[in-house]
């Protein structure tokens, strides 16, 4: 069984900065591909970013390149999203997703989604 856990979400103005964490425990051979997604009222699901296990830059929605940076832990199964420049049109719930490969080096690959934080940017 995995499981992810957010945290970091909250209420920051308007060109401020906020830093997103999601870790995954369990039983847990490697994390492939660590991605956040967000979700605005009324909107789909959308991705914002995503970097893979031997990768140090990752890949980002054009609407927040340049602004959001995400990283990851390999050691600690955790990624996070320094979010900068924030705007209001940046406020949704954001979700951590994962493919991980469980147990061991033959386990079965799935994905996993955290339950989501919510940010909010306003004055």
């Known amino acids: 069984q995995v499981q992810l856990e957010e945290s970091g979400g909250g209420l920051v103005q308007p060109g401020g900065s906020h830093k997103l964490s999601c870790t995954a425990s369990?039983?847990?051979?490697?994390?492939?591909?660590m991605a956040w997604y967000r979700q605005a009222p009324g909107e789909e699901r959308e991705m914002v970013a995503d970097?893979?296990?031997?990768?140090?830059?990752?890949k980002y929605a054009d609407s927040v390149q340049g602004r959001f940076t995400i990283s990851r832990d390999n050691a600690k199964n955790t990624t996070y999203l320094q979010m900068n420049n924030l705007k209001p049109e940046d406020t949704a719930v954001y979700y951590c997703h994962f493919q991980i490969r469980q147990r061991d080096v033959n386990g079965p690959v799935n994905l996993y989604w955290g339950r989501g934080t919510q940010v909010s940017v306003s004055a």
């Open positions: 970097l893979y296990y031997t990768d140090t830059i990752g």
């Open positions: 369990g039983s847990i051979f490697r994390v492939y591909v």
